[in-house]
């Protein structure tokens, strides 16, 4: 670690990510090439479509590499500690946070993207940021980061909150809600394809229940939920992306990459003006 003025070693940022899906993997991969320790939590049964770029996926698989990033599932405080030695991000199963009160970030970062907020509060940490809808900067965070698709998106927002959520997926190649695959019935999802599967309109993508799930669009399977998640019909079970690039299906997304360059600047903006208060 780099000295700092008074001699003594710098440590580095720490900042706990709530959540562990796509777009909290975009936010992930881009602070902890930034320099910051970076520990996340999930649910014990992740529900990521996106699965091959989330660190989610380490809850079932133990580790999961996105891009040249490994996370890696841990079970105690030590064990985070470790993982960040090895210069890993490190994921917990910790639906309520708990493991907040122990390893005491520097940030916390709701990225549940649930649209509303679960219990994030702003003295959390020192400097708290809300993604998408449900937060108010000012009231449950410091800052919030736009995550609806357009001219916005990956802004901070200072006062205020983000666009509420629409029900209507963003517009990709021309499909918004076509391009989501949607369980057709109650039961266990079980896929018929793979990630980075090309697919036609009308072809088997998959089961929830026993029920047959049908592409509504042709394109390349980009997201897909794990055999045997509970799904209730019409659930989000995957995602197809009409442009047909396969390689976009492992690498983060320009929407994910936007969202966290956002929480970048709200982090190292809040950083400065809290530095300028001493």
Not at 35 to 59: E, L, N, Q, W, Y
Not at 209 to 237: E, F, H, W
Request: a neutral charge; proline letters at 3%; charged letters at 25%.
């Amino acid at each position: 670690m780099p000295e700092n003025k008074t001699g003594g070693l710098e440590c580095r940022m720490k900042v706990l990510i709530k959540g562990a899906g796509d777009l909290a993997t975009g936010i992930a991969c881009r602070l902890h090439r930034c320099g910051f320790d970076v520990a996340m939590t999930d649910i014990a049964v992740p529900t990521t479509v996106r699965r091959t770029v989330a660190f989610s996926r380490a809850v079932y698989e133990e580790q999961a590499l996105v891009e040249d990033i490994t996370g890696v599932l841990c079970h105690s405080l030590k064990e985070i500690n470790e993982a960040a030695a090895r210069d890993q991000v490190a994921v917990m199963v910790d639906e309520e946070c708990r493991i907040r009160e122990a390893w005491k970030p520097d940030v916390v970062v709701d990225a549940i993207i649930a649209k509303k907020n679960l219990g994030t509060k702003i003295t959390d940490a020192e400097i708290v940021v809300g993604v998408g809808p449900g937060f108010t900067a000012g009231i449950d965070c410091h800052a919030v980061v736009e995550t609806k698709r357009g001219h916005d998106l990956g802004r901070c927002i200072w006062d205020g909150s983000a666009y509420p959520n629409t029900g209507v997926p963003g517009m990709i190649g021309g499909y918004d809600k076509e391009r989501i695959i949607r369980a057709a019935a109650d039961g266990a999802f079980k896929g018929a394809v793979t990630i980075g599967d090309l697919v036609e309109k009308g072809d088997l993508v998959g089961y929830s229940g026993g029920t047959p799930i049908y592409a509504q669009v042709g394109g390349v399977v980009r997201g897909l939920l794990q055999d045997g998640v509970a799904v209730g019909k019409g659930m989000k079970a995957g995602d197809i992306d009409p442009r047909g690039v396969i390689d976009n299906c492992f690498t983060i997304s320009d929407k994910a990459a936007s969202i966290g360059g956002g929480v970048l600047e709200a982090i190292l903006s809040m950083k400065k003006k809290k530095e300028r208060m001493i």
